[in-house]
């Protein structure tokens, strides 16, 4: 199809989808509006069971099977990023020549890289707290690692950076979730059914029952699943030529 | 509130939707094609979020303020937005993988010049 | 019992992370074992809860029961049709990894497990998409499915063609995705729920003045364009034939036999539940845009099919053209219609994972798909070729198969004029195959010249095994032939029909009865798509010169162009285009 | 009316439509120069509406952005060291004037917030957010030069 | 007031999506994108959302643009390669 049917093609859905969506946007309830059903039941819900972020109550106990879900696309992701990732048979490793990185640059990436690291754990660690949780921490410890490359480079990155240990603790992440999960059943309630703990005291590292142990969970499979992600990147990017280009 | 603040995070959501949509479809390269995917879905984002938010609301997180004490916006769509931005993410990765996978069989980025599928 | 129901999703899921925990120590032979358990605990599981789903089952993952009414958990559903396509899944992902046993060459260094555990992560996720009952839970599955789907299509990282029809499917299929989110995002907002009971209930109670407004129209069009690019619908059916012919020969199994059918078991789901009532979309428009849609998705897939020279792809456009029929049979909103459709999924399911399984015989046998190039080659390959036959005479509903049992209630069910295109679509794809069958199995005819250069040829693949096999594995033939008496069983099992209706009707709106039983007429419909279907491929092959292509299919093959950008703007027209199919009940109401 | 979330306000409306127009106009070294301009000017924005909402765990977020938003322009720095080598892409005065303007939030919320465990976080954002900024500018300015294969 | 902030940063938004959509140059519009990561921050902030905001900074500012840039830089190195094999 030509560049400019296409953008006739383009225009007319456009145009379309843009005023169904402008009369859409008419007849919603206004911004800021009070009535909100199933948000007040989640609030009521978290406190109820002891946990103080109530984001992380619905995400870990409430709605914990969508955050199965979510868990599963990011481990799935991960395998199929490391299966389409791989090397290629007409294709070999190259070991990248060391970089020579300013001296600055290098003090400040090895100095920021136990604080970024501790950092992570405790927004992993005060995920049923404060905002935060496995996600976000889990992204933040993986990212720190990775300023040792930016600091200095790509073999001293890898020799802190066993990858199978990282690929086996992303899956293994992932099992644990589940079996948390099945533990409830076999409790005789239901599937992720956050039963198994007390509730522990309101505002409290220890609160919630078994939120924090899927948060726990969840922050492990996000650091290492970005750890493998980003290591399969980073080997296209660096390692992995191709034979013809010689 | 006028009517304007009604509904304008709304109208701002489409209108990234939209744009993001647009940006796809005229792309000459494949990386740019799947930043303006994730474009789109920040208009999903801004959607949610915009759903949720209640006037003179705070988060409901209570670790710094008594529960009951202020009012608050809602929660659910706030997880809906989490596990959201964790697919866009994911969804960007793979789709980059399968990119520089392309540029390796065909050497190039620009889908105009993809030729092996047709008809 | 009711609490299982969340297992069809946790056990594939742990056998996949156990599989991707220990891919790196396991012999591979081990790995595909352990991946053959675990999908076949599930399908053992799933086809345990389907029959005990009379009364339908609800189950709230978490044990957050509802009190007075209300909960703020999620909602998982065991009823009939959800279990029903959670067991198809289920068996058919054991059928693929069978198919698949030893079959690969080059697992990934160090992870063996890696295609059997993303296989498992697919049949989770499908499971979990079938018997979701809350929206945004659906959606959750649904992206899941997407990314596995689109992980599995780009495998053979060495085809140029499979890494481009991966990347297509990923984008049309996210951007779809996205759409759908953000309709979940408009019902949230009016509705402030999210199981979808829950939101059809408040729908109904908003309107209380006049029926459906604009909000409700967007969110309807938001959800079903994500639901309608899974199911492959025109104008959102482009990224189909690109990903479906390129993708690894189990993948396809998967893909044409039941995903895209779950994107129409989701339209009948969702509007079931959600858009039905009084606050919803009015039936008549739902009718007038499913069976507009469905009539052009039909029509388009058949005319598309029968001009394939790449045998996956051609099967990929039979899949769209009944896909067609399957919509136009849902879309007349009654008992009989849904359970035609299910009947002809269930059959369908069968004979295009057989037919595939064969087409990927060929490919690791000859290293070609195509059928001019494989012109009288595959002559030895009897037992292939009487399954393709086969296959292609069960695409055209003959009965007794499965596939002429539901296309004869479908047809039953549409009544009219609609009838015609039952017959003539599915008589249509069945030719095509069988013209393949004549061709590349028993070399009638002189081979076809090459004349029209807008077309994807299928030679000079990779076969998916390491290096051509000598002959074909008995594997691979008992897979195929198998899945055929599955579609077989589907039409003959006396009372199977029967059963598939009791179930469907009752976990659908209204309760009434229809029996699904074969009727004379169905039977001499049947007869006539094979009829027509074996004449049309007779008529081709023995023919000195392949018929020119009518002047008027050669825009329609342009379209066909695979450039990721025409599709966006596609997806965006179809959007357009299913607002304004769905506009005058709300402009009536 | 609440004069924390005013001045966030103004910071969040000078500071990213400056970053904005940076970051989309003119040559890459100039562009790779505003994104991290914005790290520093939206970090006290995100500190300012933490006191005006009266939320101390959002003080997260500027503790986050402080210490991610320079890895983020490290990335660029290094990634794309070719098309810097041969500009000298730096702001100097541009530079040392935001992270003034940094340390200035940072010691006005340390003062309406008082001497604790709250202040002693303040202040780590504080370091992190004018160390990150000074560093990255250096980095933007010619770190990597040597960097070929790595 | 509080609604003033939402739309400063409202409009903030939209602008560097626009942004990032006329990027025609991956490089470029990575550039964009982590700018729109952190704006989209401060948007989530001021619709009283810090954890969804945490997570965009997370993703948005780091990970996205190296992902992008990583492949970029991994194209150019194979186009280096494609000529200096010439």
């Keep these: 199809m030509s560049r400019r049917l296409r953008l006739w093609l383009l225009a007319l859905g456009g145009a379309g989808l843009a005023a169904l969506l402008a009369a859409a946007c008419l007849d919603l309830p206004g911004f800021g509006g009070r009535a909100h059903p199933y948000g007040t039941r989640a609030v009521h819900a978290s406190l109820t069971r002891h946990t103080a972020n109530t984001i992380a109550s619905v995400n870990f106990d409430q709605r914990a099977y969508d955050t199965l879900g979510e868990t599963s696309i990011l481990f799935a992701a991960v395998l199929g990023c490391v299966v389409l990732l791989r090397q290629a048979r007409d294709e070999h490793r190259a070991r990248p020549e060391p970089a020579r990185v300013a001296l600055p640059v290098r003090r400040y990436a090895l100095l920021v890289m136990p604080v970024a690291l501790v950092c992570g754990l405790y927004v992993i660690a005060h995920g049923q707290l404060s905002p935060g949780g496995g996600f976000q921490g889990g992204v933040v410890t993986a990212t720190a690692l990775h300023l040792l490359y930016l600091g200095a480079d790509y073999h001293a990155l890898e020799r802190i950076r066993p990858l199978g240990v990282f690929e086996t603790t992303d899956a293994l992440a992932v099992c644990a979730y589940l079996v948390l999960g099945l533990a409830a059943l076999l409790a005789g309630t239901a599937f992720l059914a956050n039963t198994l703990l007390p509730y522990g005291t309101f505002n409290t590292l220890s609160s919630g029952g078994t939120v924090p142990l899927l948060n726990a969970a969840v922050g492990m499979e996000v650091a290492s699943a970005v750890v493998v992600l980003l290591a399969n990147f980073l080997d296209q990017a660096v390692e992995i030529e191709e034979e013809s280009a010689g | 509130m006028s009517t304007v603040t009604q509904v304008l995070p709304y109208l701002v959501a489409a209108y990234v939707f939209l744009t993001g949509a647009y940006g796809l479809a005229t792309s000459r390269n494949l990386i740019h094609a799947v930043g303006c995917l994730s474009v789109c879905q920040v208009s999903t984002y801004i959607l949610l979020l915009a759903v949720g938010y209640r006037s003179g609301g705070t988060a409901p997180v209570f670790s710094d303020i008594k529960p009951g004490s202020r009012p608050v916006v809602d929660p659910v769509v706030q997880a809906l937005t989490l596990t959201d931005i964790v697919v866009g993410a994911t969804v960007t990765a793979l789709l980059l993988a399968l990119v520089l996978q392309i540029v390796k069989r065909h050497g190039t980025v620009d889908p105009d010049e993809l030729r092996e599928l047709r008809g | 019992m009711r609490h299982l129901l969340p297992l069809l999703v946790a056990v594939p899921l742990l056998g996949a992370a156990l599989l991707a925990a220990a891919g790196r120590r396991l012999p591979r032979a081990a790995a595909e074992l352990t991946g053959i358990a675990a999908a076949a605990v599930t399908a053992a599981l799933s086809l345990v809860l389907l029959l005990g789903s009379s009364p339908p089952m609800v189950e709230w993952v978490g044990g957050w029961e509802p009190v007075g009414g209300e909960s703020v958990g999620i909602e998982v559903i065991g009823d009939g049709p959800s279990l029903g396509m959670a067991a198809l899944v289920s068996l058919l992902a054991l059928s693929a990894l069978a198919y698949s046993w030893r079959y690969f060459d080059e697992p990934p260094r160090g992870h063996a497990g890696s295609f059997p555990a993303l296989m498992l992560v697919f049949q989770g996720a499908m499971c979990g998409f079938a018997i979701a009952g809350d929206l945004f839970n659906a959606f959750v599955f649904f992206e899941l499915m997407s990314v596995v789907a689109y992980a599995l299509t780009g495998y053979r990282i060495d085809e140029a063609k499979a890494v481009q029809g991966a990347l297509t499917f990923g984008v049309v299929n996210s951007l779809g995705a996205y759409g759908m989110l953000a309709g979940i995002a408009l019902l949230y907002a009016r509705t402030g729920e999210l199981s979808m009971t829950k939101i059809g209930r408040g729908l109904d109670g908003a309107t209380g003045h006049g029926g459906p407004d604009a909000l409700v129209l967007a969110a309807f069009v938001l959800v079903f364009t994500g639901l309608l690019v899974k199911a492959a619908t025109v104008p959102f059916h482009f990224w189909l034939p690109d990903a479906h012919a390129v993708a690894p020969t189990p993948v396809c199994m998967l893909l044409s036999g039941v995903m895209v059918e779950l994107g129409v078991y989701g339209v009948w789901r969702v509007y079931g539940t959600v858009f039905a009532g009084p606050g919803g979309i009015p039936a008549a428009d739902l009718t007038r845009a499913l069976l507009t849609l469905g009539v052009l998705t039909a029509v388009t897939g058949a005319v598309m099919c029968w001009y394939q020279r790449h045998i996956k792809r051609l099967l990929a456009f039979s899949t769209i053209a009944h896909t067609g029929l399957f919509l136009v049979a849902v879309g007349v909103l009654t008992p009989e219609g849904d359970d035609g459709a299910a009947l002809y999924i269930l059959g369908h399911a069968g004979v295009k994972a057989a037919l595939f399984a064969c087409a990927g015989a060929l490919l690791d046998r000859f290293g070609s798909v195509d059928e001019h190039a494989l012109h009288g080659r595959a002559g030895r390959l009897r037992a292939t070729a009487v399954l393709f036959a086969v296959g292609g005479l069960a695409l055209a509903g003959l009965p007794p198969f499965g596939t002429g049992l539901g296309k004869a209630v479908s047809e039953e069910a549409v009544g009219g004029p609609l009838t015609v295109v039952y017959v003539a679509v599915s008589a249509l794809t069945a030719a095509a195959v069988l013209r393949v069958t004549a061709r590349v199995f028993f070399g009638l005819g002189p081979p076809p010249e090459d004349t029209d250069a807008y077309e994807t040829s299928g030679s000079e693949e990779e076969p998916e095994t390491s290096g051509l096999v000598g002959r074909v594995p008995d594997t691979m033939t008992t897979v195929a032939a198998v899945l055929l008496a599955a579609a077989l069983a589907v039409g003959t099992v006396p009372g199977f029909g029967d059963l598939v209706a009791r179930s469907v009707d009752e976990a659908g709106s209204g309760g009434a009865r229809a029996s699904a039983a074969w009727t004379a007429h169905g039977v001499l419909l049947g007869l006539l798509s094979a009829v027509l279907a074996v004449a049309l491929a007779a008529v081709t092959v023995t023919r000195p010169r392949r018929p020119a292509a009518p002047a008027w299919t050669t825009p329609l093959r342009r379209l066909q162009s695979g450039h990721v950008g025409d599709y966006v703007a596609w997806l965006l027209v179809g959007a357009s285009l299913l607002a304004a199919l769905a506009l005058p009940g709300v402009l009536g109401g | ?150 | 007031m509080d609604e003033a902030v939402i739309l400063v940063a409202l409009l903030l938004v939209a602008g560097a999506a626009t942004a990032a959509v006329a990027q025609r140059d991956p490089a470029r519009q990575a550039l964009v994108l982590s700018v729109l990561g952190v704006l989209l921050a401060v948007l989530f902030t001021v619709l009283q959302a810090p954890d969804v905001g945490l997570s965009q900074l997370a993703v948005g500012a780091v990970l996205t643009p190296l992902l992008v840039m990583l492949s970029v830089r991994k194209i150019r190195r194979r186009g280096r390669d494609r000529d200096g094999a010439r």
Excluded at chain 4, 66 to 71: K, N
Excluded at chain 4, 124 to 145: D, E, T
Aim: aromatic letters at 6%; proline letters at 4%.
């Design chain 4, 1 to 150: 009316m609440n004069g924390w979330v005013l001045a966030a306000t103004v910071e969040l409306a000078g500071g990213g439509a400056a970053a904005l127009w940076g970051v989309t106009t003119g040559p890459t070294a100039r562009r790779v120069v505003a994104q991290n301009l914005t790290t520093a000017a939206l970090c006290p924005a995100l500190l300012l509406l933490a006191q005006g909402y009266g939320r101390p765990s959002y003080v997260d977020l500027a503790l986050l952005l402080a210490l991610l938003g320079p890895v983020g322009t490290l990335v660029f720095a290094r990634l794309l060291h070719e098309d810097l080598e041969g500009q000298r892409p730096s702001a100097w005065g541009l530079t040392y004037a935001v992270a003034a303007m940094g340390a200035v939030v940072v010691a006005a919320v340390c003062a309406a917030t008082g001497p604790g465990r709250a202040m002693v976080k303040l202040l780590v954002i504080g370091a992190l957010l004018v160390g990150g900024n000074l560093i990255a500018s250096r980095a933007l300015s010619g770190a990597f030069r040597g960097v070929r294969g790595g």
